[in-house]
């Protein structure tokens, strides 16, 4: 009798188990540049070039770098804000007992501001200040 009660635990736990599985909620990040082909890096781990998709695990602060030659690198925070389907009870369906994949997609887009070389003026004038700091 205890084999049964056991074995019918199992797969009572099992078939519960099978229908939590079944939703999924995918999270993509875009994230374009103007110029494109700029190195993205975020939270310190390069993603790839602009424009570049990435997956996501969680919502929040960000840390973006993005660096390109030729231009100046860029470095700031974004905010990825979560969607009222990621919240308690909401976040039972939408991850669990949801027959479908919901896909949250974000975009992010920067404009990259050209480089520029200081004149000679502004490179004497550096130079004069170090030399007064020793």
């Known amino acids: 009798m205890r084999k049964w009660n056991l074995s019918s635990v199992v797969l009572f736990a099992g078939l519960i188990a099978g229908l939590l599985i079944n939703g999924c909620v ?5 994230i374009n540049t103007e110029p494109q082909g700029a190195i993205v890096v975020l939270n310190d781990e390069e993603i790839g070039t602009s424009p570049v998709t990435t997956s996501f695990e969680w919502y929040g602060d960000y840390a973006v770098r993005i660096s390109k030659e030729g231009f100046e690198t860029l470095k ?14 909401f976040d039972l369906f939408a991850n669990c007992l949801s027959p479908k994949r919901t896909v949250d997609a974000y975009q992010w887009s920067f404009t990259l501001t050209p480089q520029t070389q200081p004149s000679r003026e502004e490179l004497i004038q550096d130079a004069q200040e170090l030399k007064k700091q020793l």
């Open 76 to 89: 700031t925070h974004r905010n990825l804000k979560r969607p009222l389907h990621d919240y308690f009870p």
């Open 26 to 30: 995918e999270r993509k990040l875009t």
